[in-house]
């Protein structure tokens, strides 16, 4: 039975114990022996009545000990007895060790110097030797050492001289040095005992758990769902099957016997069966895997994976062979397979399954000499979709674009979705391209009738992007890039309908690929700046802050308009990065205003909506108040209703906790976009702008003029700041003061600035006009 924690200490301790008995005769032999040397030495230096005393009393202590031994022997104790024999076992060795430090009370006073050094030298390899003996128990060894040398170390301590005092404080290190390794000897030796004995009791639990399986074995065996089957090498008839294969196969045991085994694997005849037997019998394999069908009795097969093991042991050679049915396991690879290849929504091939499928329809056009088309497609508007009817009838609308598009193309063409609304579809053996822009056509029909989701219509059209192979290139992914570029242009387009890549793409697209790989370094190398224009109070002239704008100056393109930069940034994922650094430095450039107005200066931001959606925005700009000391109500962030219309929640709550703050917002560019009086009336804003392209048409576009009109009653309804944008004629001006808007920007004050500009005008306080009073006043 194996030991339990208990019982495994309690064995350590009668090994202990015992150890130490029975190192007893030849210990204290040897202890006999040396001190009689010892005596036989000293005995010139000494009257032999005390020698002969001092001898007799170490003989009578260790034939006590002596007898305890034998005591201890014939008694075997049990482990209730083991305290009582350590206890004397003890008591013997500190009686030793006593006899034994007596010398240096008895005889130093009585011997020369060198003798005394003797005599510690003949006690220090005792306790050496005994350290050995009493590896097992440190208490033993503490009373022995400290008996037998402590006494010699303190008498040497006592004496004045330097030579006396270097001893005793030498056999002092020495004590300590030896009952410190006695301690860790102890520590390892019982450390080992307990190893050892939980070995034991592991190895005894092993025994029985492995008789208990092998007992077991034979009925799981019998009972497993896996056929097992013991065949006849030589004849390859069936010796013995378990229950499994008798369940899978529907025979009886009678009727298996002696049944060849091939018989149950019908795809395989004797031979081949032996040959996948050479591996085994070379020993070159334990083992021999292979993949097959199992014919049942009533003719029906199924697949099994079947593993195949040859004992030589036996007379005749078997073979044991395990087979499973992985039917089941079958059918959930192709499963996976299929989810891997395949759009869940709308089971259309998905990406992974077409970048292969078009390297080799392009390798097939190669040998034909025909062409394969890309077409790229998307759905307009689909997000609009998305965000008012709901996610699951955004679904919907894409598994019936799946069907339209399926209804349109040739069953030898291949129709995949991308992902999202986006769709590729690949036309194989076509001659020239007019056929791939008939089928685009086509698609572009499909797509202009409403979808019907359920109970309701939906309006989602196409439009589609198409490159040629070899005609446009050669390399896939090129060539989906190019189709790409020409969904975008039929995206410019109007949307609706279909582009096919061109030359004149072609050179947009590398212009655009090179634009891009210069952006990604614009920011490290300092390419980025930052111009400021005015805004200005219409009635004095006084500057009231700034509008800080984008630039980028690269030493390779140019001057690069932001209009073409900052799309490309915000695709590439750069944005974040840019406008970190574009509030950071605005904050920095306003704080130096301060030194050169007395005005308190507020400096205007353009957020893009990515920002919001990084939620990094808040972070950025508490990082740049911090950085630079701007008050935060000089902080205006100008956000786009293009935010507001694409997403709700999470930007709606950054507002609020960026106004929490003290940031002003201002809504940009308001009414070129799909305004809303409910989004105005829910947004934190203290400022609303009135776009440039209707101030362009002032005074000569009625419905611009009422557009505006309309803009300044609903924002002082609201009770919002005005700032009316790109003023850049006397007339404009005239028509906006008329009305009561006092915050102008545009180039009839000032265009955009450099930093140390703006400075300046900051210092002249006013970018008074002379014809500004009378066209106030007019």
Not at 196 to 201: D, F, K, T, V, W
Request: aromatic content about 8%; charged content about 20%.
């Amino acid at each position: 039975m194996p030991y339990p924690e208990s019982d495994i200490e309690q064995r350590v301790s009668l090994e202990r114990i015992g150890t130490l008995y029975s190192e007893t005769t030849s210990s204290l032999l040897a202890t006999l022996l040396v001190m009689a040397a010892f005596a036989f030495v000293i005995s010139t230096r000494l009257e032999p009545g005390l020698l002969l005393g001092w001898y007799g009393a170490l003989v009578i202590v260790l034939l006590g000990r002596v007898v305890n031994y034998w005591r201890y022997v014939r008694a075997k104790p049990s482990f209730e007895d083991i305290h009582l024999w350590h206890r004397r076992f003890r008591l013997g060795v500190l009686a030793t060790g006593l006899v034994l430090g007596s010398t240096a009370v008895l005889f130093f006073e009585q011997i020369p110097l060198a003798y005394e050094i003797f005599s510690i030298f003949v006690l220090a390899g005792i306790s050496a030797g005994a350290l050995t003996i009493l590896i097992s128990d440190y208490i033993a060894f503490f009373l022995y050492i400290n008996a037998a040398l402590l006494p010699a170390a303190l008498i040497s301590l006592s004496h004045n001289d330097s030579l006396h005092l270097a001893i005793g404080g030498m056999t002092l290190i020495y004590i300590a040095l030896l009952m410190r390794a006695s301690r860790n000897l102890y520590r390892k030796v019982i450390a080992s005992l307990l190893l050892g004995y939980e070995n034991q009791a592991l190895a005894e639990r092993l025994t029985q758990e492995k008789n208990r399986l092998d007992n077991r074995l034979g009925r799981i065996l019998n009972d497993s769902s896996s056929e097992l089957y013991v065949i006849n090498a030589e004849t390859l008839q069936c010796l013995q099957v378990n229950r499994g294969a008798l369940q899978h196969l529907g025979y009886s045991e009678q009727e298996i016997q002696g049944r060849d085994i091939t018989d149950i694997l019908p795809d395989l005849d004797r031979e081949a069966f032996n040959e996948l037997l050479e591996p085994l019998y070379g020993a070159m394999q334990e083992y021999v895997y292979f993949q097959g069908q199992h014919q049942r009795k009533d003719g029906s097969r199924y697949p099994v994976e079947v593993r195949l093991q040859l004992s030589l042991k036996e007379s005749p050679p078997v073979v044991v062979a395990t087979a499973l049915d992985i039917t089941e396991k079958n059918e959930v690879k192709r499963q996976l397979v299929h989810q891997a290849n395949f759009d869940q929504l709308t089971d259309l091939p998905n990406r992974y399954f077409m970048l292969p499928h078009i390297n080799h329809a392009f390798s097939r056009a190669r040998r034909t000499s025909t062409r394969v088309a890309l077409l790229f497609m998307d759905l307009d508007d689909f997000k609009k979709v998305n965000d008012t009817l709901g996610h699951h009838m955004g679904d919907a609308l894409l598994k019936e674009a799946a069907e339209r598009i399926r209804s349109v193309v040739r069953e030898s063409d291949i129709a995949a979705r991308l992902g999202g609304d986006e769709f590729l579809v690949l036309l194989e053996g076509i001659a020239e391209a007019e056929q791939a822009m008939r089928v685009a056509d086509k698609l572009v029909d499909a797509f202009k009738a409403p979808f019907t989701i359920g109970s309701g219509m939906a309006y989602a059209t196409a439009s589609i992007g198409i490159s040629i192979f070899p005609n446009d290139g050669d390399d896939v992914a090129q060539l989906m890039q190019y189709a790409d570029t020409a969904l975008y242009a039929a995206k410019q387009n109007g949307r609706c309908n279909y582009q096919c890549f061109s030359d004149k793409m072609r050179i947009a697209w590398q212009q655009r690929m090179e634009m891009e790989q210069h952006l990604r370094q614009a920011l490290d190398n300092g390419e980025l700046s930052l111009v400021f224009q005015p805004k200005v109070d219409a009635v004095t002239g006084r500057i009231l802050g700034a509008e800080a704008l984008l630039r980028w100056t690269s030493p390779v393109l140019g001057t690069v308009s932001p209009e073409t930069f900052i799309p490309v940034a915000e695709n590439l994922g750069l944005i974040d990065a840019i406008g970190s650094w574009v509030i950071i430095e605005a904050c920095h450039e306003a704080v130096q205003w301060s030194t050169l107005s007395d005005d308190e200066l507020r400096v205007a931001v353009n957020v893009s909506p990515n920002q919001f959606r990084s939620s990094r925005l808040l972070d950025d700009v508490d990082r740049a108040l911090d950085a630079t000391g701007l008050p935060v109500e000089r902080l205006e962030l100008e956000i786009t209703e293009s935010l507001l219309i694409e997403d709700t929640g999470e930007p709606l709550d950054i507002l609020n906790r960026l106004r929490e703050r003290g940031v002003s917002l201002s809504l940009d560019d308001f009414g070129t976009g799909y305004s809303s009086l409910s989004y105005l009336k829910s947004l934190p804003l203290q400022v609303l702008k009135i776009d440039r392209s209707f101030v362009k048409g002032l005074t000569v576009d009625h419905h611009s003029e009422a557009l505006v009109e309309a803009i300044i009653a609903m924002a002082g309804g609201l009770g919002l700041e005005i700032v009316a944008e790109g003023v850049e004629t006397r007339q404009q001006l005239g028509f906006l003061s008329k009305r009561g808007v006092r915050i102008i920007q545009g180039y009839y004050f000032s265009p955009p600035v450099g930093a140390s500009e703006f400075r300046a005008l900051v210092e002249k306080g006013t970018v008074y006009r002379e014809d500004m009073l009378s066209l106030i006043q007019g």
